[in-house]
């Protein structure tokens, strides 16, 4: 089995996420699914960088970063590299991209990824950026260089709602998915129901860490949007830009609105869908939609999202779990790299 040089890009909160279940878990990990790694080098814009062939101690380096907020207080390591020296020139073999999203441009990150595989080292990502914009051509890059490029965190965070379509669905014959895919807006929405008024309830989702880094991306539906794409993309074949797709969030949702409609037996959700024309494309679209009480989707509340494919064979298959949030979207990044873990040997 190959040992993991670990090379973190951000160290946010999905970063630390991630670093705080290597530290718990590292002997069972080893143990249970001969994974062997060391973390050679994290490189955050705000935070610093520094770099050590050795490998860090883990625990030691989180404590910093928790105490000071600076990854270059650690005592060992070369400081000072940027992101692209980080990929680059450490001995890691394996970069998690996890720096801020831009559903815009999807940079700084498509050029970390393309950077990354160019130089031949496995990718995984919780950075919809990067996947909404350039999946293909990220897919074949990583094929050319004969490495693995994973995204489960991408959509629904560590609810494998992206692998479950991609893989243990596959053949089903997918000819929708739709569901609740952004944890701030359905949080915000069930909070606004409670009575917390609409800038509380963003508030509190920003401290608990599920919205993104500028949040008009949540509310204004182009989170729930980029995931959306980024599952008609992978699972069901399409090959949309993520500016086809009609989009609205939830931010003319009034407290009024919510209230009225549970009296009439609804409830506001954030949907996103996709699904398979008749002509073979795919329809995709963002939007507030009134769900009955009695449907399963309306009873989805708080930072947890679902996800209903439609299939062939199976008929409805739903997955429900955490959409956003630190542990859970840390979590996704290592359940991909137990997946190339797997499947490369040297
Ligand atoms: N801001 C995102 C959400 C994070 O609230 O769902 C997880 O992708």
């Known amino acids: 089995m190959m040992e993991f040089r670990i090379a973190f890009i951000g160290f946010g909160v999905v970063g630390q ?18 994974f062997d790694f060391k973390v050679v080098a994290i490189s955050d814009t705000m935070k610093g960088s520094v770099f050590d062939a050795q490998g860090f101690d883990l625990e030691k380096l989180l404590s910093i970063v928790k105490e000071t907020g600076k990854i270059e207080d650690y005592p060992e390591g070369i400081k000072g590299w940027d992101s692209l020296k980080t990929i680059t020139d450490s001995t890691a073999n394996l970069i998690l991209e996890v720096a801020w999203t831009d559903l815009k441009t999807g940079e700084p990150a498509i050029t970390h990824v393309k950077t990354a595989l160019k130089n031949k080292k496995h990718v995984v990502l919780t950075n919809k950026g990067p996947i909404a914009l350039a999946v293909k051509e990220l897919l074949a890059l990583a094929e050319e260089n004969n490495v693995e490029m994973r995204f489960e965190g991408t959509v629904l965070s560590g609810t494998p709602a992206l692998n479950l379509g991609l893989y243990n669905l596959a053949g089903s014959g997918i000819t929708k998915a ?25 508030k ?3 401290e608990l860490g599920y919205a993104e880094a500028d949040p008009t991306a949540d509310v204004e539906g182009y989170d729930a949007l980029g995931k959306i794409v980024i599952l008609a993309n992978t699972v069901m074949g399409a090959n949309l830009s993520k500016d086809e797709p009609p989009c609205e969030g939830i931010t003319k949702i009034t407290a009024e609105d919510i209230t009225k409609a549970k009296a009439e037996g609804f409830r506001w959700k954030l949907i996103a869908g996709a699904e398979i024309r008749a002509d073979g494309s795919v329809e995709a679209y963002v939007r507030p939609e009134k769900i009955p009480l009695n449907h399963p989707l309306a009873n989805i509340m708080g930072p947890t999202n679902a996800l209903t494919y439609t299939t062939k064979y199976l008929g409805d298959v739903t997955i429900v779990g955490p959409g956003a949030g630190r542990t859970p979207t840390g979590y996704a990044l290592l359940a991909d790299i137990l997946d190339i873990n797997r499947i490369v040997k040297e």
């Open 17 to 34: 996420g991630l670093a705080e279940i290597l530290v718990e878990q590292k002997q069972m990990l080893k143990e249970r699914y001969d």
């Open 178 to 202: 739709k569901g609740i895919v952004n944890g701030t807006t359905n949080y915000i929405l069930t909070e606004m129901e409670k009575g917390m008024d609409y800038e509380s309830a963003l």
């Open 204 to 206: 509190q989702a920003q």
